[in-house]
């Protein structure tokens, strides 16, 4: 036997699980009643909030469907594939000999075997050339199949089974204990397992399993609800953080000459000289390098370092800059260091909130 099958099959499989779940979500909403008494303009309301919610999860669940509907197959095809190619490399274990006449056993029929803990194995069947019984059964890695005998609840002897077909469409089963007479029977009706043709399977088909081109209009409708939800979140986010924003608002946002211009006179009046404004870094943030000279000889490094970046956090206060947390540097009079620069809304709603620390 192969597993792998003609696309189309797969693509069939695929198909009818989205038809079913589709159905499923159709019907739920269409029978869905309220416990709760309505009047006519609720009742008419009601109905109309249930045909809005059916045409939305409809919506989404089919474009999901498509949106998978690929890679599934593929995933599916590509499994059996392994398979296949699983059956046609292992190779049947050798040696093995009739239980009865101790002849060697002729390898037969194979198959794919997953049960228990050890995952996909291949199991070989062997019939004897003198038509001795039982026949064997050994997996691909050496080990036999052992068939589990059912045992009977009342003296634990091991039952025996028989099966008889009636009618062609039904199987009986019967366990009888051949120690006590214990029997059990199961009725097996092969008509119940066979798919019944669905009439409305392509009608369907077309409603809820998406194309290239059928998909194009659900992926302009979800891009545009999309960003209808995006819009109301950050209204309401808006909304709730009122107060933050307005403080957000009421920032100077200052380019770097401005900079230049808020601290010269500053830092000159505080007696430190020649500021000097190096090459910004500029990745997904702003960073800009500084130097400054301390023209009070006297002031010691502790002292000069301390007192510069006081008088930096005042007047950045409240602005959009902040001095890096790497501090800043003293060598013989000479100073370096950084500062960053807040441009994103959001970088400078957690500036005023005290939730951003500013680290490289």
Known sequence: MTYSRPKQEYIDRYDKITIDDCRWKEN????????????????????????MALHYDLLFTTLNWWEDKSKTIQKWMDADARRDKMLEDAQAPEGIRCLKCWVPLIPGDKSLYDLGDKGERVL???DCPSGCLPHRAFFNDGEEYKVRREHCPKCETDLA???????SEKVITTDTCPQCGYTN???WDMSTTKEKPDPDFEKDRARFCLTEETSKKALDERFQLDGI???VDEWKEKEEHKEDYDVVAKIQKLNVLDIEKLLTPAFEKAGYVRLQLGTPEITKDFFLPFTVYDNKSERADRVS???????IKKCLKDTNWRLMSDGINYRLGFLTGRLRAYEREED?????TGRTTCHL
């Open 348 to 352: 400078l709603l957690k500036l005023v």
């Open 229 to 231: 939800k995006k819009f």
């Open 28 to 51: 739920f909403h269409k029978n869905y009643k309220s416990s709760e008494k309505r009047t006519e303009e609720e009742i008419s309301m009601d109905r109309v909030a249930s045909e």
């Open 305 to 311: 370092t301390h007192d510069l970046t006081k008088l």
């Open 124 to 126: 070989f069947f062997y």
């Open 161 to 167: 089974r028989t099966h008889e077909r009636i009618e």
């Open 185 to 187: 029977s199961d009725e």
